[in-house]
C-alpha cells in the first residue's frame, strides 16, 4: 500500500503526537507555522461572510472564505464545501499569527494544504497503488472521498461493490475509512481515479463464503411446494394463487396446516 504520513484524509491529523503539541500554546502555534506544519481543529461556526472560526483555547482561528477550499476563490467550488465544514475536523496550516489581540488571533488557510497534498498526489500516485480514503458522502451514482487534507475524489458506484449494489449505501457509510485502488492519474485536468471493487476479491472467493441453500419442504393442505431457504421465494409457480387465499402461507414456507382454506 502506497501512502504518505504527509498528506492524511481529514479526520486523521488531531490523534497526531506533533499537531496535539502544536495545540498546546502560542509558541507551539509559532513552530507550526515556521515548519508549515499540517494542523487540524473542529471548525466552530460560520459567519455571514462565509468565514470559519475556531475555538483553540488560549488563541482564535480565523479561515477566511477564499481559504476555506481549492476552487471557492475562483469559482469553481459551491459555498456548501464551506457551510459543511461546521462541526467537522478541518485541516490547514497557518499563515499569520497575530499576537497584538487579545486573544491571539491566527489565520489559517486550508487552501495550501490541499494544493500540497494534491500536488503530492498526483506527482507520486501511479495506476495500481492502494491508498487510504475517507468517505465523505454519497450519491445514487457514487461515493466521494477524501483522500488527503480534503482532496476530493469519486469512486463509481460501479467500482464499489463485485456484486450489483442500487445504492452505494448498500456497502459504505458516510465516515468510513477504506482503501481504494488507483484506476487512473490525469495531470491534466487535476483528477485521479479510483476504485474499491478490486480489492474485495473476485465473485468467486466472495460466493464460497457462503453454502448452499437448503430446500423447505412446505404444505398447505393438499399442496406440497417447495420454498427456498436463501430467498424464502417458492419455486412452484402456483404458490402465488394459492398465498392469495392462504393468509398463514403468504410468503414462507408453512407446515402442514388441516385448517387452511384452501385445503
Excluded at 499540517?38 to 466552530?44: D, G, K, M, S
Aim: charged fraction near 20%; hydrophobic fraction near 40%.
Amino acid at each position: 500500500m502506497k501512502t504518505s504520513e504527509s498528506y492524511l484524509p481529514e479526520g486523521s491529523y488531531a490523534a497526531l503526537p506533533a499537531v496535539r503539541q502544536a495545540f498546546e500554546s502560542v509558541d507551539g502555534l509559532r513552530r507550526a507555522q515556521d515548519e508549515g506544519m499540517i494542523l487540524e481543529a473542529v471548525t466552530q461556526r460560520c459567519t455571514a461572510a462565509h468565514d470559519l472560526l475556531f475555538d483553540f483555547g488560549f488563541a482564535q482561528g480565523i479561515m477566511p472564505r477564499s481559504c476555506c477550499a481549492l476552487g471557492v476563490a475562483e469559482g469553481d467550488t459551491r459555498e456548501i464545501a464551506i457551510l459543511s465544514r461546521v462541526g467537522k475536523p478541518t485541516c490547514f496550516v497557518i499563515t499569520e499569527l497575530d499576537e497584538s489581540t487579545a486573544p491571539p488571533t491566527v489565520w489559517l488557510s486550508r487552501t495550501i494544504a490541499q494544493q500540497r497534498a494534491q500536488d503530492h498526489l498526483l506527482a507520486s500516485l501511479r495506476p495500481g497503488d492502494v491508498i487510504p480514503a475517507r468517505v465523505t458522502h454519497l450519491e445514487p451514482f457514487g461515493a466521494f472521498v477524501d483522500i488527503g487534507c480534503g482532496v476530493a475524489s469519486l469512486i463509481g458506484i460501479e467500482n464499489l461493490s463485485v456484486s450489483r449494489i442500487f445504492h452505494p449505501h448498500d456497502r459504505l457509510r458516510v465516515g468510513q475509512h477504506i482503501y481504494a485502488a488507483v484506476r487512473a492519474v490525469d495531470r491534466d485536468a487535476r483528477r485521479i481515479s479510483l476504485t474499491h471493487r478490486e480489492l474485495l476479491g473476485t465473485w468467486e472467493q466472495n460466493a464460497a463464503l457462503f453454502s448452499p441453500a437448503k430446500p423447505y419442504a412446505a404444505w398447505c393442505g393438499r399442496w406440497n411446494l417447495t420454498a427456498c431457504s436463501s430467498s424464502l421465494r417458492p419455486t412452484f409457480p402456483a404458490w402465488r394463487s394459492r398465498a392469495a387465499t392462504c393468509p398463514q402461507a403468504r410468503w414462507f414456507p408453512c407446515i402442514s396446516n388441516p385448517s387452511c382454506p384452501s385445503a
